[in-house]
């Protein structure tokens, strides 16, 4: 691993380099050590704490219902917001004013809004407005939430897909004598797809993590939310955390090398423009809210690739 | 080229598939009033002692335990009885909504309840009390709780009742459940918890935490107990009223008590008379 | 038809929720930079550890994060903050800490693909005349680096301000608490949702149109 931003080490910067990693490492154990004597000492490492995730019980009861819902939550909004994003996308870019304008409005309002506000909204509008039953009412307050949310954002990947393309697909496509439906259609979309189905996937991630916030303020019983339940039982709230947070890296880990694997075999695509939205670059950032912030410049240099992998 | 329309499709079977097992588990949700053959029952799912999922699925406590009674009385086998979880904060909702057709969730009675839903009971008088350190020794009476940290349920009444009564000036966090509370307290973070001394019970009595907490024996409040009905389903209420004079005259309230409050070595007020709300 | 505003500290609220933003902004600048530091450092083992925290922590529901700052931070590790007898101010620091490891992810990975967009010559030259890999990075990498990505930077700062609402989970008396608080007692659902939507448009638009300026003015012309 060579690096444009330092020389290979000669014989002084090897030792540098040692004793930094030797002093890095010894903060890093004192952190870990103090960590764990803290847990230790607080009990929080009693077998008794731990040996319920060993059960199955502790699963199928909890962990496991809650994660069905969460995944069932994600489902739904991707489903729902994919192609009410696309038509969004596709309507921002027509020739009509009166399509564009709204359309164009309705995107930048969606996205300036935190995704909480939209589901505690969600929640009390049905609430009030329809009979749908408690139980259900969270998960599609949660749905609800994500999906103006989401689809909002998917617009802005859709749109931005099909800006990526070069000009003159358009150009011939017109030549040849297409309507603009036909165009866009058969000639814009199809290609669009594969620029953005890695920043589709990245997306996914987001929803996924975004379902927690349903868990804390909804009482939708999510991932997040199924703890609770399962900490009253066995008497360990910080075990709990862990195990679901790392359930949570598992499961967008998995999302997340989905998504690098399709971006790398998109690229490798022979009749590809060679457009590709990089995951990272526009859903990277839209994992906290904002989408992208576009497509980060020149191909990389310095310090490594742009990608996720580690 | 094939290979992206193999990975399109497989991304959309991906999809697919979550939505199915989504539409799978869909349909055990809503039997709710099918039939007339089943009965829905409001409780906690995470109070030890009152209302508890137990890892097997199963449910235990004394307001499970009185619910299963009442249930029976009123002709339903003990199959046909479906538990769901009423979150204190949407207790008069599904009632009203008719989600469930009873309610038996620590729900005590008051004015401002009795205006949305008919109340069954009393079964229980539980009075707001303090979960403090077993070492705790600077909290006799409520007005001691000036200046301390205290811990409870995010829109609980026993919050409310120590912001506005007991000690306006107490410091007071909101947590998502009693348990939450628990690892603060033992580490001093928080000083007290603060809710029903039923309820307070159940977690002193955990195993985990058993010989670490007490309870500070303070009657803050009067909480009459009651079970939640629809307003205006009168006949429901009478029904009810009738199952619970039986249970305390056949002696299962008493065994029920023993069976959930013994271990916590808690004193229980006497099984109070239907309709005696103690203010 | 505003009667019902009585009582509710709506601007105060939205105070708090600039409050959160900005110090959970400086927070994550600094933190995030730090954490681009070490992922193009010399040193294998701050590389390697500047990537497992960017991986692992940006995986992690903010929720999560923020719930664990509470009841895992203050209440089992004993982090006051410095704030011990004074919830309100100890869950209003948790949070800006919470927010600010989570933002610190997205930070680090803008300003590490603004590295990129650095031309490889810029730091040629800097090896060249003697300059150590750390005032290669601080003397002429970064600088550049940071002008490139106030746009990538302007989205990040949108998403944290949207973000500073998941710090209602542990009572932080910021803008969407008060919403709930409000919708649950009175009866203008509509009005109210209105109200402190228009509040996020009021506070994330100026800040997405004054950085997107800046990031024009100051671009790096090649």
């Given at each position: 691993?060579?690096s444009?931003?330092y020389?290979?080490?000669?014989p002084?910067?090897?030792?540098?380099?040692?004793?930094?990693?030797?002093?890095?490492?010894?903060l890093m154990?004192?952190?870990?050590w103090?960590v764990?004597?803290?847990?230790?000492?607080?009990?929080q490492?009693?077998?008794?704490?731990?040996?319920?995730?060993t059960?199955?019980q502790?699963?199928t009861?909890y962990?496991?219902?809650?994660l069905v819902?969460?995944?069932?939550?994600?489902?739904l909004?991707?489903v729902?917001?994919?192609?009410?994003?696309?038509?969004?996308g596709?309507a921002r870019?027509?020739?009509?004013?009166?399509?564009?304008v709204?359309?164009?409005?309705?995107v930048?309002?969606?996205?300036?809004?935190p995704?909480?506000?939209?589901?505690?909204?969600?929640n009390q509008?049905?609430s009030?407005?329809?009979?749908?039953?408690?139980?259900?009412?969270?998960?599609?307050?949660?749905?609800t939430g994500l999906v103006?949310?989401n689809?909002?954002v998917?617009?802005e990947?859709?749109?931005?897909g099909?800006?990526?393309?070069?000009?003159g697909q358009?150009?011939?496509?017109?030549a040849?004598?297409?309507?603009?439906?036909?165009?866009?259609?058969s000639?814009?979309?199809?290609?669009?797809v594969t620029?953005m189905?890695p920043?589709?996937?990245?997306?996914?991630?987001?929803?996924v993590k975004?379902?927690a916030?349903g868990?804390?303020?909804l009482?939708?019983?999510?991932?997040?939310?199924?703890?609770?339940?399962?900490?009253?039982?066995?008497?360990?709230?910080?075990?709990?955390?862990?195990?679901?947070?790392?359930?949570?890296?598992?499961?967008?880990?998995?999302?997340?090398?989905?998504?690098?694997w399709?971006e790398d075999?998109?690229r490798?695509?022979?009749?590809?423009?060679?457009?590709?939205?990089?995951?990272?670059?526009?859903?990277?950032?839209a994992?906290?809210?904002?989408?992208g912030?576009?497509?980060?410049?020149a191909?990389?240099?310095i310090g490594g690739?742009?990608?996720?992998?580690? | 080229m094939?290979?992206?329309?193999?990975?399109?499709?497989?991304?959309?079977?991906?999809?697919?598939a979550?939505?199915?097992t989504?539409?799978?588990?869909?349909?055990?949700?809503d039997?709710g009033?099918?039939?007339?053959?089943?009965?829905?029952v409001?409780?906690?799912?995470?109070?030890?002692?009152?209302?508890l999922?137990?890892?097997?699925g199963?449910f235990?406590?004394?307001d499970?335990?009185?619910?299963?009674?009442?249930?029976?009385?009123?002709?339903?086998a003990?199959?046909?009885?479906?538990?769901?979880e009423t979150?204190?904060?949407?207790r008069?909702n599904?009632?009203?909504?008719?989600?469930?057709?009873?309610?038996?969730?620590?729900?005590?009675?008051?004015?401002e309840?009795?205006?949305?839903v008919?109340f069954?009971?009393?079964?229980?008088?539980a009075?707001?009390?303090?979960?403090?350190?077993?070492?705790?020794?600077?909290?006799s009476e409520?007005?001691?709780?000036?200046?301390?940290?205290?811990?409870?349920?995010?829109?609980?009444?026993?919050?409310?009742n120590?912001?506005n009564?007991?000690a306006?000036?107490?410091q007071?966090?909101?947590?998502?459940t009693?348990?939450?509370c628990?690892?603060g307290?033992?580490?001093?973070a928080?000083?007290?918890?603060?809710?029903d001394?039923?309820?307070?019970?159940?977690?002193a009595?955990?195993?985990q935490?058993?010989?670490?907490?007490?309870?500070?024996?303070?009657k803050?409040?009067?909480?009459?107990y009651g079970?939640?009905?629809?307003?205006g389903?009168?006949?429901?209420v009478?029904?009810?009223n009738?199952?619970?004079?039986k249970?305390?005259s056949?002696?299962?309230?008493e065994?029920?008590?023993?069976?959930?409050?013994?271990p916590?070595?808690?004193?229980?007020?006497p099984a109070?008379?239907?309709?005696?709300?103690v203010? | 038809?505003?009667?019902?505003?009585?009582g509710?500290?709506?601007?105060?609220?939205?105070w708090?929720?600039v409050?959160?933003t900005?110090l959970?902004?400086?927070?994550?600048?600094?933190?995030g930079t730090?954490l681009?530091?070490?992922?193009?450092?010399?040193?294998?083992?701050?590389?390697?550890?500047?990537t497992a925290?960017?991986?692992i922590?940006?995986?992690?529901?903010?929720t999560?994060?923020?719930?664990?700052?509470?009841?895992?931070?203050?209440d089992?590790f004993?982090?006051?903050?410095?704030a011990?007898?004074?919830?309100?101010?100890l869950?209003f620091?948790?949070?800006?800490?919470?927010?600010?490891?989570?933002?610190a992810t997205?930070?680090?990975?803008?300003?590490?693909?603004?590295?990129n967009t650095?031309?490889?010559?810029?730091?040629e030259a800097a090896?060249?005349?003697g300059?150590?890999?750390?005032?290669v990075?601080?003397?002429?990498?970064?600088?550049?680096?940071?002008?490139?990505?106030?746009?990538?930077?302007?989205?990040?700062?949108?998403a944290?301000?949207?973000?500073?609402?998941v710090?209602?989970?542990?009572?932080?008396?910021?803008?969407?608490?008060?919403m709930?608080?409000?919708?649950?007692?009175?009866a203008?659902?509509?009005?109210i949702a209105?109200?402190?939507?228009?509040?996020?448009v009021?506070?994330t638009?100026p800040?997405?149109l004054?950085?997107?300026?800046?990031?024009?003015?100051?671009a790096?012309?090649?």
């Open positions: 691993m060579s444009v931003l020389d290979t080490p000669g002084r910067a090897k030792r540098r380099n040692v004793i930094f990693s030797v002093v890095f490492a010894a154990v004192l952190l870990l103090w764990w004597q803290t847990m230790s000492d607080k009990g490492l009693d077998s008794a704490k731990w040996s319920p995730f059960e199955a502790a699963w009861t962990l496991l219902p809650g819902n969460t995944l069932k939550a994600a489902a909004a991707m729902i917001a994919l192609p009410l994003g696309a038509i969004l596709i870019m027509s020739d009509h004013r009166w399509v564009r709204p359309a164009g409005v309705i930048e309002f969606f996205r300036a809004i995704v909480l506000l939209l589901m505690v909204f969600a509008f049905y009030e407005s329809t009979q749908i039953s408690s139980d259900e009412r969270p998960l599609y307050a949660v749905v103006l949310y689809a909002s998917l617009a990947i859709v749109r931005a099909i800006l990526s393309l070069p000009k358009t150009e011939a496509a017109q040849i004598g297409l309507r603009k439906t036909q165009v866009m259609s000639i814009l979309l199809p290609q669009a620029v189905l920043a589709i996937v990245s997306q996914l991630v987001v929803i975004d379902t916030l868990g804390a303020m009482n939708f019983t999510e991932l997040l939310n199924s703890r609770k339940t399962l900490a009253a039982n066995y008497a360990n709230v910080i075990p709990s955390f862990i195990v679901v947070a790392v359930i949570f890296i598992v499961l967008n880990f998995i999302l997340t090398s989905l998504a690098s399709l075999r998109l490798r695509g022979k009749k590809s423009t060679g457009a590709v939205l990089p995951a990272a670059a526009v859903a990277g950032t994992a906290t809210g904002a989408d912030g576009g497509v980060i410049g191909p990389g240099v690739d742009v990608g996720d992998k580690p | 094939k290979l992206r329309k193999v990975t399109a499709a497989s991304a959309t079977v991906f999809a697919l979550l939505t199915a989504a539409c799978g588990s869909d349909d055990g949700g039997s009033d099918g039939g007339g053959k089943k009965i829905t409001g409780i906690k799912y995470d109070q030890p002692g009152i209302g999922k137990e890892p097997d199963s235990s406590g004394f499970v335990d009185v619910a299963t009674y009442v249930a029976k009385e009123l002709g339903y003990e199959k046909d009885i479906e538990f769901k979150p204190s904060a949407d008069e599904a009632l009203q909504r008719g989600d469930v057709d009873f309610i038996a969730a620590s729900y005590s009675i008051n004015d309840r009795k205006a949305k008919d069954a009971g009393p079964y229980l008088l009075h707001q009390d303090l979960l403090v350190r077993a070492d705790e020794k600077g909290i409520g007005t001691d709780l000036n200046g301390k940290k205290l811990c409870s349920v995010t829109g609980s009444t026993s919050a409310q120590i912001k009564e007991i306006p000036k107490a007071l966090r909101e947590n998502g009693y348990s939450e628990l690892d307290l033992a580490s001093g928080v000083d007290a918890l603060t809710t001394d039923s309820i307070l019970a159940g977690y009595a955990q195993d935490y058993k010989g670490k907490f007490k309870l500070a024996g303070l803050l409040s009067n909480e009459n079970i939640g009905v629809k307003k389903d009168t006949e429901m009478d029904k009810i009738k199952a619970l004079e249970m305390e056949d002696g299962s309230w065994k029920a008590v023993e069976a959930n409050f013994g916590a070595n808690y004193k229980n007020e109070p008379k239907i309709g005696d709300i203010k | 038809m505003f009667d019902f505003l009585e509710y500290d709506v601007l105060g609220a939205f708090t929720t409050q959160l900005l959970s902004a400086v927070g994550s600048l600094v933190w730090i681009a530091g070490m992922r193009v450092s010399p040193v294998p083992l701050m590389r390697g550890f500047g925290y960017v991986n922590v940006r995986n992690i529901p903010l999560v994060i923020i719930v664990f700052t509470s009841l895992g931070l203050a089992v004993g982090v006051t903050l410095g011990a007898d004074d919830f309100a101010a869950s620091r948790l949070a800006v800490l919470g927010l600010s490891a989570y933002t997205f930070v680090c990975e803008a300003l590490r693909s603004g590295i650095v031309p490889v010559g810029q730091a090896r060249a005349i300059l150590s890999f750390t005032q990075l601080t003397l002429i990498v970064l600088p550049q680096a940071f002008r490139t990505v106030i746009g990538p930077m302007a989205n990040v700062l949108i944290l301000t949207k973000n500073t609402t710090a209602a989970a542990i009572g932080v008396a910021e803008a969407s608490l008060l709930k608080e409000m919708i649950e007692n009175e203008q659902l509509l009005l209105t109200i402190f939507a228009l509040g996020f009021v506070l638009l800040t997405g004054l950085l997107g300026w800046l990031s024009k003015r100051l790096v012309k090649r």
